[in-house]
């Protein structure tokens, strides 16, 4: 009897094979890395490693910037693209986010490298404990941004952006009603337009430029289309998840009305922390991270003179919305990223 064929065995892609044998290589260096590097550095390094792995099974280590003077190189890790780096100094472990400007970080672990337009680093020094739960939301953040960028809707249907206009409608200034902001939004080739109330909060999707570029060209027609210049903060999805989820206050998530969010246009680098305590009533409750104020305010908002004063406390603009609207924008996001196929990836 004819023996039946043997089934081939499946062949693995191009290039899998080697990148496998690379990054086998690689977790061979950096073991040899945190053996030879040793104390506090190394027990940093390896704490940081396994939260990595723990947080997401697919990120491949790497070893970045191999040279003579340095035959170790740096540890890295990588997931559609650089997610970090982990470098040892002598004063401190710096973990380097290669997207790090554009990710949400509502905790405010980014310590350094603050002013540029791509990376941001965490130095951490002897002693001190990373914040695991707040890295690794860093670290999903990290992948979620290097497939949306990687993948093919960053080229088509794009981002999803949530606006949030400060000053419009009020007290009978600035007055602009949200049919003709739709028709703004739209006449910049704007797609899937959606506004929430009249505050001026706005979804939109948008297949290019930046969360600044966006805001600056919207501006710009509002001031020539009406004739007055407003302030606009725009979130991505993930940084609007992110701002809900580190909510200090939950048990006033029950009362929306009295949860305020003052999102930060930057972190507060020198408030007056003085001020802000002496502001606050016996009933209230507050926490500045780096993108959020938050204000718990029982009684109210409307006579709250730490509300009225946050602004010029913390030396920076801010736009404020209690929690039911925040609430509101996320489901109106996450809704419209599924309309437009967009794949959605949680940060936390």
Request: proline share 5%; charged share 25%.
């Amino acid at each position: 009897m004819a023996q039946k064929p043997k089934r081939s065995e499946p062949k693995a892609k191009p290039g899998a094979k080697a990148a496998r044998a690379a990054a086998k290589a690689a977790t061979h260096l950096i073991d040899e890395r945190l053996r030879s590097l040793g104390g506090w550095r190394a027990e940093i390094l390896a704490e940081v490693r396994r939260l990595i792995h723990e947080t997401d099974p697919d990120i491949m280590e790497e070893c970045k910037w191999i040279k003579p003077s340095n035959p170790l190189g740096v540890p890295g890790w990588s997931h559609a693209g650089i997610v970090c780096t982990g470098e040892p100094y002598k004063q401190v472990v710096k973990l380097t986010f290669a997207r790090g400007a554009s990710l949400a970080d509502s905790r405010g672990l980014f310590n350094s490298s603050l002013d540029g337009n791509t990376r941001r680093a965490i130095d951490i020094r002897e002693g001190e404990v990373l914040d695991a739960k707040a890295f690794k939301a860093l670290i999903r953040a990290a992948v979620a941004e290097n497939l949306r960028s990687s993948g093919p809707q960053s080229r088509g249907r794009g981002q999803t952006w949530i606006g949030l206009f400060r000053g419009i409608n009020v007290g009978g200034n600035n007055i602009l009603p949200m049919a003709k902001l739709k028709n703004d939004l739209e006449a910049l080739e704007l797609r899937n337009v959606r506004t929430y109330i009249q505050s001026g909060n706005v979804v939109f999707n948008s297949s290019a430029g930046t969360a600044s570029s966006l805001s600056k060209k919207i501006v710009r027609r509002i001031e020539e289309k009406h004739g007055f210049r407003l302030h606009l903060l725009i979130l991505s999805r993930e940084e609007l998840r992110a701002a809900i989820e580190s909510n200090p206050f939950q048990m006033a998530v029950a009362h929306p009305k009295t949860l305020h969010f003052f999102f930060l246009a930057k972190p507060a680098a020198d408030p007056d922390t003085k001020a802000l305590a002496n502001a606050k009533s016996p009933t209230e409750n507050y926490k500045l991270t780096a993108s959020v104020f938050y204000l718990h305010a029982p009684d109210g908002i409307g006579r709250s003179k730490l509300a009225a004063n946050a602004e010029k406390y913390l030396g920076v603009v801010i736009t404020s919305r209690n929690y039911r609207t925040v609430d509101k924008l996320l489901s109106m996001v996450t809704e419209a990223c599924q309309k437009g196929g967009k794949v959605i990836l949680d940060v936390a």
